[in-house]
């Protein structure tokens, strides 16, 4: 996110109450919405990391989810068709949209269906996921339970699955 939409969205989420800053932040975030659904399910990863970065400058309480963390996320279909990371740091997140080699966790799903099945399923079983040879991690497991749970808080926020 370039500089000023990011002071833009800190002002904003100081001066918008939470209701109004969700209710924006649904309005905004539609695609993630379908692709939840199924209908864009190439672009589910890129659409999640973008609807945690704009979530991440307008509510407060998904902010709060993020305080003191840090940490690098790497997330890829085996195919090659889905790849983005995020990165957390000093109060901040950043979505990058490309490989990187020093990331805290990478999470290599067997195809974009397995991702969605380990980011929207209730338990999140990792280990489940990992035997049915749906997901490769290399790095902590600690951080694939802290995406999964910011996955989570997002879609509760937003109404969605």
């Known amino acids: 996110m370039q500089t000023l939409k990011r002071l833009y969205y800190t002002l904003l989420s100081w001066l918008l109450p939470e209701r109004l800053a969700l209710r924006l932040f649904r309005r905004r975030f539609d695609d993630l919405r379908r692709a939840v659904e199924g209908k864009l399910v190439d672009k589910f990863v890129e659409i999640l990391l973008g609807a945690m970065e704009l979530s991440f400058f307008l509510m407060r309480g998904f902010r709060r989810n993020l305080s003191g963390f840090a940490g690098s996320y790497l997330l890829r279909t085996s195919d090659g068709r889905v790849a983005a990371g995020a990165h957390f740091a000093a109060g901040r997140m950043r979505v990058d949209h490309e490989d990187f080699p020093d990331y805290s966790v990478a999470i ?4 974009a269906p397995a ?18 040879n749906d997901v490769t991690v290399d790095g902590n497991l600690n951080y694939v339970y802290k995406l999964g749970f910011l996955a989570r808080d997002l879609f509760h926020r937003l109404g969605v699955g």
Not at 108 to 111: E, H, L, Y
Not at 115 to 132: E, H, P, T, W
């Open 115 to 132: 991702l969605r099945r380990f980011l929207l399923s209730r338990d999140q079983d990792i280990l489940a996921s990992i035997l049915a």
């Open 108 to 111: 290599t799903f067997k195809d």
